[in-house]
């Protein structure tokens, strides 16, 4: 049953992944179509990451309660329906409404989906199983931009938008009919979020995300504009963000066995430390190869850090609350994510947009040596470690 429901869930999560991707790079030109100016686009594009984030920690903890199918379901079904919405959408504020309602439905599926997977994960398996199952998300991030501006140009802006929703009913359609509910949720009473937040082991995790997911927000909102000033096609701009991710989701199973048998601290430092000296170089790219390369970096730092975080908060979650835990873990992310192009966006203001790669650089940084400095000589993980 758990190869069932891991492979289920893997291809749900791919697809869905898949469908938002497949729009994501063109909502600000599809925002500017209806009027919408900077500020605004802003708003649209924030109103998803700040609905996914305030409503992450809460469903999480209702589906340690009351069990996790139901909320994916409700969550594909939302997926589903907002698709046909965005077509429908002719106004700058109908638009943000629907992407504050898409990311609470975002909030129901991976969150969920890794809480799923957290339970269902054996002792000391927990970066393999979550490791390979983050190859879902990064592969459907990677090769969404592409259909959709195939979408795009061949057809319309609509097609890309009803492409999504037919991928998020046919997650739905699967998930209602092979997916079994385990009722994880019955065996151990979760803790509180008091306690979960004093755990020293989890503020470790909670900063570094955070402070993780700022550096890649800001990579990601404003490599266009380094790739632009060096000459950088359209094209191989897509192209250098695919090879990001795609090197991470490709090395995700084999680091996730590594942190199971090693250090899960120390190559979650490795990791950090790898990207953070990508982002400090991107500055002195001098066309697209050096680009090229510096993003294979970063993405291969991404796969060396992300499974060893995820197994040592699987373990968390399996002591404290799977979903209160992947809950908090993905409203991190999600915070950081939000933060990270507006911060960088008036660090570029006031001084260069080469800062805003080695200020970005500077925070992650900022975050391994905290994490580090909290996670040493910490005998609480070491107890974690030996019993769950």
Same mark, same amino acid.
């Given at each position: 049953?758990e190869?069932r ?28 179509s209806?009027?919408?100016?900077g ?5 649209i594009f ?9 409503f992450?920690p809460?469903?999480g903890?209702?589906?340690d309660?009351k ?21 429908a959408?002719?106004?700058?504020t109908?638009?943000?409404i ?10 129901m599926?991976?969150p969920?989906?890794?809480?799923y997977?957290g339970d269902?994960a ?36 609509n ?10 009913f046919f ?5 209602i ?5 385990i009722?994880a949720h019955?065996k ?15 503020q ?13 927000a ?14 950088v096609?359209?094209f191989?701009?897509?192209f250098?963000v695919?090879?990001?991710?795609l090197?991470s ?7 996730g066995?590594? +942190?199971?048998?090693?250090?899960k601290?120390?190559? $979650?430092?490795? &990791? %950090?430390? *790898?990207? @953070?000296?990508a982002? /400090? ?14 993003n ?6 991404s796969?060396?850090?992300i499974p060893?975080?995820? +197994?040592?908060t699987a373990k968390?979650?399996?002591? $404290?609350?799977m &979903? %209160?835990? *992947?809950? @908090?873990?993905?409203? /991190?992310f ?11 966006g008036?660090?570029?203001?006031a001084t260069?947009?080469?800062f805003v790669?080695?200020s970005s650089?500077?925070?992650v940084?900022?975050g391994t040596i905290?994490?580090?400095?909290l996670m040493?000589?910490n ?10």
């Amino acid at each position: 049953m758990e190869k069932r429901i891991f492979t289920v869930l893997f291809i749900a999560v791919f697809a869905t992944m898949l469908g938002a991707g497949i729009i994501e790079p063109f909502m600000a030109i599809y925002a500017e179509s209806l009027g919408a100016n900077g500020l605004m686009i802003g708003l649209i594009f924030g109103s998803f990451t700040l609905s996914r984030a305030l409503f992450t920690p809460l469903i999480g903890r209702i589906s340690d309660f009351k069990g996790r199918k139901n909320l994916l379901l409700i969550g594909l079904t939302g997926y589903t329906v907002l698709s046909f919405f965005y077509a429908a959408a002719h106004t700058t504020t109908s638009l943000t409404i629907i992407r504050f309602l898409h990311g609470l439905a975002s909030a129901m599926v991976l969150p969920i989906s890794m809480a799923y997977i957290g339970d269902i994960a054996p002792k000391n398996q927990e970066g393999k199983y979550l490791g390979t199952f983050t190859i879902a998300f990064f592969m459907g991030l990677a090769f969404g931009p592409i259909i959709g501006g195939t979408l795009h140009d061949i057809w319309h802006m609509n097609a890309a938008f009803y492409t999504m929703g037919a991928i998020s009913f046919f997650s739905l359609l699967m998930l209602i009919f092979m997916l079994p509910e385990i009722n994880a949720h019955k065996k151990n009473v979760p803790s509180s979020f008091k306690v979960i937040l004093r755990d020293k082991t989890m503020q470790a995790m909670l900063i570094f995300r955070t402070l993780n997911a700022y550096g890649v927000a800001a990579l990601m909102g404003f490599l266009p504009l380094l790739a632009e000033k060096i000459n950088v096609t359209i094209f191989q701009i897509g192209f250098i963000v695919t090879a990001n991710l795609l090197v991470s989701s490709l090395f995700q199973r084999y680091f996730g066995i590594v +942190a199971d048998k090693g250090d899960k601290i120390s190559m $979650l430092v490795a &990791g %950090s430390i *790898m990207m @953070l000296i990508a982002l /400090a170089l991107m500055p002195l790219s001098t066309g697209f190869y050096t680009l090229l390369l510096f993003n294979i970096l970063m993405g291969l730092g991404s796969a060396i850090s992300i499974p060893a975080g995820s +197994a040592i908060t699987a373990k968390l979650g399996k002591k $404290l609350g799977m &979903g %209160s835990v *992947m809950g @908090l873990f993905n409203t /991190a992310f999600g915070i950081g994510g939000g933060i990270g192009p507006i911060m960088a966006g008036l660090i570029m203001l006031a001084t260069s947009l080469a800062f805003v790669f080695v200020s970005s650089a500077i925070i992650v940084l900022t975050g391994t040596i905290i994490f580090y400095y909290l996670m040493k000589n910490n005998f609480e993980y070491r107890k974690l470690v030996q019993e769950v």
